[in-house]
């Protein structure tokens, strides 16, 4: 009854008529109306520069829907009539008085107890502006709830976050304030948290006595396509690390909470930054590699490298690969290097995790060290969802020789249809007000805190061998040196082969 009563919501999207509305925020909506997560009591208000009537919105709004996979069914008529449009000047006064009528017309045409999301799909600096003119129009004010969403990037670094932050602690509690990583909305990174607390053969291994090394690759094959304007100011260091991989780290690292509570949940995250030892300038080139993609190959084609995109500088220094090295100096971590590395118009599109186990005290099987195969548990986050093992098992032949067996177990192949896209389950937790998995301020500032001092050393060295890798590569040769002085290697991301995860990639003796 409580949660019946709490879906009903009128969703206001600021910036409707763009790219994040079209391809992510309009199917995802509608998945939730056809699984009937949305109650009949509920409306959307697209908000955005166009003058666009509410029908040249529905058309358009329909349109997405059809071009994503989704299977549309006669219901798409009903679904277009909670939608609604509203062209909209952030800077006027008098757009949020229009957006406060609409809101309350809606409120009372679709029974709506007053609850409101506001959704941030717009510029990032537009955020602090639109959350202040709502509080001053008293578009905030109701008798229900009120909540925000934000996109990415907060911020551009810890200064310019914490001006945004407060800007929007003007008009939101902390506790209205959904900052969404969509990364936290994929089914593969919520599912790290059960692997880790809900199986007893993971938990007791589950540090620095079993563990060697933990790796997370998130890898893009496209360049910067029509985003130079804004990749070229950003770079992958606050693209990427600064939250993906960050909240990625910080799953993997936290202690088990004492519920499953927002509140728990994100202390324990919490707490987990807080052990990530701070970068100091001297330790930068040590600890952290980047890399500028040029030309290359792709499918037989030659393709553009990074400076040739459009938008971006000719002589830009900005990163699209990122490499690094992370430790965490607490007790259960102490020692264990956490590898990440991400970047653009690598080999294939994927994210991945490796959780690499020590050897065993005692070989009885191997003839020389090369020869053993360390056991491996690896979370694919995408492209397919589903995690494997790799054990040593016993070669089917007369000798007692070994030999690597890897169980994979693929979620995405089994439930194809069902499996939420991330924006839909995120959105559906806002509507229940559920903030688990989205990030805390705290989470964000010590985000920042950890990054600025890289980006600050990479802002005062212009690098002088950009382009430093070819298009369909993993990155510069030299991010292979992170690991081999630690004697580990990179695990290869295609999975082509069952096998193909035991040969070390691009390990270059010569770096
Ligand atoms: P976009 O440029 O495609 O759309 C911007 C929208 O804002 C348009 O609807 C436009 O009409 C509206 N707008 C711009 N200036 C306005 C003004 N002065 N008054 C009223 N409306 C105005 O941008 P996008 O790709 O949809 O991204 C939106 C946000 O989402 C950005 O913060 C971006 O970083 C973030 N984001 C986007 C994606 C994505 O896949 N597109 C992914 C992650 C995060």
Not at 264 to 287: C, F, G, H, N, Q
């Amino acid at each position: 009854m409580q949660k019946e009563e709490n879906n009903k919501c009128v969703i206001v999207i600021f910036g409707a008529t763009g790219d994040l509305a079209k391809r992510k925020l309009f199917p995802s909506i509608y998945n939730l109306y056809k699984k009937g997560s949305l109650s009949e009591n509920f409306a959307i208000v697209g908000a955005a520069r166009r003058e666009w009537s509410d029908n040249t919105f529905r058309e358009n709004v329909a349109t997405s829907i059809q071009d994503s996979k989704i299977n549309v069914d006669a219901d798409l008529d009903d679904f277009l009539k909670h939608f609604h449009y509203l062209s909209f000047d952030v800077t006027n006064t008098s757009s949020y008085q229009n957006l406060h009528e609409l809101i309350n017309e809606l409120d009372e045409q679709f029974n709506i107890p007053g609850n409101r999301i506001f959704y941030m799909a717009m510029a990032p600096q537009f955020f602090g502006t639109i959350a202040s003119y709502l509080k001053s129009n008293e578009v905030t004010t109701t008798i229900g709830w009120s909540r925000l969403i934000i996109e990415k990037p907060f911020g551009h670094n810890l200064e310019s976050a914490q001006k945004l932050n407060i800007d929007l602690r003007e008009a939101f509690a902390e506790d209205e304030i959904y900052r969404i990583d969509h990364y936290l909305g994929k089914e593969m990174v919520q599912n790290i948290e059960v692997i880790r607390f809900a199986n007893a053969i993971f938990e007791p291994l589950w540090n620095n006595r079993y563990i060697s090394n933990i790796q997370v690759t998130s890898s893009e094959s496209l360049g910067v396509e029509d985003r130079g304007g804004y990749y070229d100011h950003a770079g992958a260091l606050r693209d990427m690390v600064q939250n993906h991989m960050l909240q990625m780290v910080a799953l993997l690292a936290m202690e088990p909470p004492n519920r499953l509570t927002t509140e728990e949940v994100r202390t324990e995250k919490i707490k987990a930054l807080r052990a990530l030892r701070p970068m100091k300038s001297e330790d930068v080139d040590r600890y952290f590699v980047r890399g500028q993609y040029g030309r290359g190959m792709v499918n037989g084609k030659e393709v553009n490298g990074y400076r040739e995109e459009s938008n971006v500088d000719p002589n830009s220094a900005t990163e699209t690969f990122v490499a690094g090295k992370l430790l965490i100096d607490n007790f259960r971590w102490a020692g264990v290097p956490f590898y990440i590395r991400t970047g653009k118009r690598m080999t294939e599109k994927s994210t991945k995790i490796v959780i690499e186990f020590k050897e065993l005290p005692m070989n009885l099987y191997y003839k020389s060290k090369d020869e053993m195969h360390p056991n491996l548990l690896i979370i694919h986050i995408q492209q397919d969802e589903g995690l494997s093992i790799v054990l040593n098992g016993k070669k089917v032949a007369l000798s007692g020789e070994t030999t690597p067996v890897k169980l994979d177990y693929c979620s995405s192949c089994q439930d194809v249809l069902n499996t939420p896209e991330a924006y839909e389950k995120l959105l559906y937790d806002c509507i229940l007000g559920d903030a688990t998995n989205f990030t805390h301020w705290d989470e964000v500032s010590l985000s920042w805190s950890f990054v600025d001092t890289i980006s600050k050393v990479w802002e005062n060295s212009i690098p002088t061998d950009f382009p430093n890798y070819e298009a369909q590569s993993m990155g510069p040769k030299i991010s292979d040196k992170l690991l081999a002085d630690d004697g580990f290697h990179w695990w290869p991301i295609s999975d082509d082969s069952p096998y193909s995860i035991l040969k070390g990639e691009n390990i270059n003796e010569n770096v």
